[in-house]
């Protein structure tokens, strides 16, 4: 339940262009450069600053020569500010797209095994119940994701959540993790080989994400052997080139087999037969707590849960 101050600062202090100044803030960290975007004199903008920093009590921003920076309270601020007129936004866009005769609009983010596999069943799903419910569907790092998901500009994700700080205002569904394996380009001399040993990958030419938690777990059994770290990387998270760098080369990579099971069906690529033990985090459906979802939200929400589960009894 909201406490009394709460309800005080937000009917009788807070104003529409306290959180558009606010927003520009973040993006400018100038109050010149924000008060010229959000329509205000500097100062305005100072005053609208002066009067939230009274309600409140603390210093949202500390003054610098060349700028401002917000202090802790103030990037709390800023990012909910962000939120609540995403939250307008899209309340106009549902009444525009009902004045239409259309059916809503839904925004989701994924990471992307999901995306290539749980998200076009969902989709599919949906649009044979809503065929008018407009997706907009992104595909992007779970820390990416997650700032859009707080700042009201995603609606569902299906990723991670790295910080633990944020599951006090997030729900999370899990789905599943996604286990690696070795593949290479049909032909690879090391297909026919059952005696492919560690000590050949260090040695192999690779093809690895920029650095994060799967590629250190990679570089971790390498150093726990007393191996080199393989030293010829091409760096990239771009499907089309991992395909491409494949086909014209002995490259390994290591992905979940889901994301090239169409090259795999086909038989350009293969999956080497060892196993590398690398596996990320569990990913699932990340929400908002307390948000009230649009209709078109919902249905999406609703189509990705009964996805998975059809996925689920798939592999079972």
Do not use: C
Request: charged share 20%.
């Amino acid at each position: 339940m909201r406490d009394s101050s709460s309800t005080r600062f937000i009917r009788f202090h807070l104003k529409t262009r306290h959180l558009v100044l606010l927003v520009e803030l973040g993006r400018h960290a100038s109050i010149v450069h924000a008060a010229e975007a959000a329509g205000l004199t500097q100062p305005g903008a100072s005053k609208l600053i002066g009067e939230l920093e009274h309600a409140l009590g603390v210093a949202l921003f500390e003054r610098l020569p060349r700028g401002v920076v917000p202090t802790w309270y103030g990037k709390v601020l800023i990012r909910r500010a962000g939120a609540a007129l995403a939250e307008m936004d899209a309340a106009h866009q549902e009444i525009m797209q009902g004045l239409a005769g259309s059916s809503g609009r839904v925004a989701i983010g994924s990471v992307q095994t999901p995306a290539a596999s749980l998200v076009p069943q969902a989709v599919k799903l949906l649009k044979e119940r809503n065929p008018r419910v407009q997706v907009a569907v992104s595909v992007d790092p779970s820390k990416t994701m997650i700032e859009q998901l707080r700042a009201g500009e995603l609606d569902i994700v299906i990723g991670r959540i790295h910080d633990p700080a944020h599951g006090a205002e997030l729900d999370f569904e899990p789905l599943a993790d996604e286990p690696r394996s070795l593949i290479v380009r049909s032909g690879h001399p090391w297909l026919a080989r059952h005696d492919v040993a560690l000590e050949d990958l260090a040695g192999a030419a690779w093809i690895l994400p920029p650095s994060g938690r799967l590629r250190d777990q990679l570089m971790a059994r390498f150093l726990a052997r007393g191996l080199e770290q393989p030293f010829d990387i091409v760096e990239t998270t771009s499907l089309d080139l991992v395909s491409r760098l494949l086909a014209d080369s002995d490259r390994i990579v290591a992905l979940p087999p889901g994301l090239v099971q169409s090259a795999l069906d086909a038989g350009t690529l293969a999956v080497l037969p060892f196993d590398i033990k690398l596996r990320a985090d569990v990913y699932g459906i990340v929400t908002r707590k307390r948000h009230h979802m649009s209709p078109a939200a919902e249905a999406m929400l609703a189509a990705l849960r009964e996805a998975a589960g059809l996925a689920q009894q798939l592999r079972a």
